[in-house]
């Protein structure tokens, strides 16, 4: 009983960090200490989750659209036949990723509104005795589902 309670808990601490939570308050929240936490992070690494949450669609293109720029002027500034030859599949793969977001924008839309209503449960949660970390834990399992599902399509 007691690991599925700590299960419960490190989900939950999961959850925290997601939504952008420090990890000495995480640890306060969760009764665990920050070196627990700081190790979950670690193994399991939810700063690369975290970081891959919360980046957005625009930042993305405009990461990619960025780093076409770059192409650009380093082809421009060489005589390099190789980097010349290899410009137009270059082009086409970051196409086809700009391509591909725009595609998936319902996707990404959908994790924004999942990340916002994470951070109104975790408020919620000091308000309302009905919210539970086991509450929060079954509705990320769902939204992780239904993303899941979607990107597959």
Do not use: C, H
Request: proline content about 3%; glycine content about 4%.
């Amino acid at each position: 009983m007691a690991k599925s309670n700590n299960d419960s808990k490190k989900e939950f601490a999961r959850i925290l960090f997601m939504q952008g939570e420090a990890q000495n308050v995480i640890a306060e929240k969760t009764g665990f200490s920050t070196v627990t936490i700081n190790k979950w992070v670690k193994a399991g690494d939810w700063e690369a989750l975290r970081a891959a949450a919360t980046i957005t669609r625009p930042e993305l293109v405009n990461k990619l659209l960025r780093s076409i720029n770059n192409l650009l002027d380093e082809v421009n500034n060489t005589k390099d036949p190789k980097l010349l030859a290899a410009l137009g599949d270059k082009l086409s793969k970051f196409a086809s990723t700009i391509e591909k977001l725009d595609k998936k924008a319902n996707v990404v839309d959908a994790i924004e509104v999942f990340m916002a209503f994470g951070r109104w449960m975790q408020y919620r949660q000091t308000v309302d005795p009905e919210v539970t970390p086991e509450l929060i834990k079954a509705i990320n399992k769902f939204q992780d589902l239904y993303i899941s599902e979607q990107l597959n399509k």
